[in-house]
């Protein structure tokens, strides 16, 4: 992370001055404002899927391993659309500063087709190469028990989180960083109430219902917005 860091500090300051003597106060409030917010949401993403991973180790230790397998896989792999979500900020952050409101709309549906399309991808590559990908983790049986049975959790979410990934992005393009930290706090909110009561009651699969809800909701809020 300190390699890309420096890299990308290094291709930065060729462009533009990053440290200043001249603070400007009005801009260096809306900067803390905005940071401010995105820290909210970022705490409410962890403060779920904490939750989350703290009923699932209360499961035992060999369903929770189980758990954590299915959670890499699907973190790993959702963050693939993280490209498609910096793509789509940048195109779209372009546009719209130039007012060009029409293309920047064609940018904004066409990254969250190709979102779409992403997601149900790696969906159907998952479900079928699951097995595969859970073997590089494990060799023991029963966790690899454990881990097949989420197989339709990791590979059904992946459109859901292909969009929610996106529209992330399209948030920041347009810095509409309110509405992205407070949709996040709802979703929050929601999906770890819904986890409170469907853990005990289902065990992993109520972990993964309340995940999958989670990101449904993430993803739902963008499309409203």
Known sequence: MY???????????????????????????????????????TIAVLLTMTLSTSLAAREGPVPMAGHQLCLQVWLTISLLNDALALAGQALLATEYTKRNYKQARMVLYRVLQI?????????????????????????DPAVLG??????????????????????????????????????????????????????????????????ILFMSLRAVAGLWR
């Open 3 to 41: 390699v890309i860091a420096c890299i990308l500090l290094w291709k930065l300051n060729s462009k533009v001055v990053i440290f200043s003597g001249k603070i400007i106060g009005g801009g260096m409030i809306r900067y803390l404002k905005s940071g401010g917010l995105l820290i909210g949401r």
């Open 115 to 139: 979102g779409g399309v992403t997601g149900t991808a790696l969906a159907i590559i998952l479900f079928f190469g699951f097995g595969s990908f859970s073997s590089l983790f494990t060799d």
């Open 146 to 211: 454990i881990a097949k049975s989420g197989v339709w959790f990791v590979a059904i979410s992946q459109p859901i989180n292909a969009v929610a990934f996106v529209v992330d992005g399209l948030y920041y393009g347009v810095s509409d960083f309110a509405y992205a930290a407070y949709s996040m706090f709802f979703a929050g909110a929601i999906s770890s109430a819904f986890l409170l009561v469907a853990a005990p009651e289902f065990g992993l699969g109520g972990v993964w219902a309340g995940l």
